[in-house]
């Protein structure tokens, strides 16, 4: 039996690992007055922009996922998850795949990469 003796932390943390994009979110507010047929004056008497429900809106039409704490500063970032690489699908198809449905979603080319993020809860 093995024992451990040394300190031993049972923190509680959120995390993703993702491939994607970084989103801009200024340009999800610009999405937002165009969606909304509002000024940007219009949107800021309004309060926040609701980061989430954009992102919701800009993926609702996709296989892809955001994460986005805006609490922590950190994205919002869109992508999917490691573990959905296909079975029959190199890792090469997988980011081809992504940066292609990047582009689609927001009509140029962002450049795409592993993010990996945790924070506590």
């Not at 800021?44 to 993926?59: H, S, T």
């Not at 296989?63 to 029959?88: E, H, M, Q, R």
């Not at 940066?99 to 140029?108: D, S």
């Amino acid at each position: 039996m093995k024992v451990r003796l040394g300190f031993v932390s049972n923190s509680s943390t959120s995390s993703f690992l993702i491939y994607g994009a970084a989103i801009d979110t200024e340009k999800l507010r610009k999405s937002a007055v165009r969606r909304l047929n509002v000024t940007a004056e219009e949107l800021e008497d309004d309060g926040d922009l609701d980061i989430y429900e954009e992102l919701e809106n800009l993926l609702k039409d996709s296989f892809l996922t955001f994460n986005y704490a805006g609490y922590c500063d950190i994205g919002p970032y869109i992508g999917l998850s490691w573990d959905k690489v296909g079975d029959n699908e190199t890792g090469l198809e997988f980011k081809q795949r992504i940066e292609e449905e990047v582009k689609r979603l927001t009509g140029e080319y962002i450049p795409c990469g592993t993010f990996s993020e945790a924070w506590p809860d």
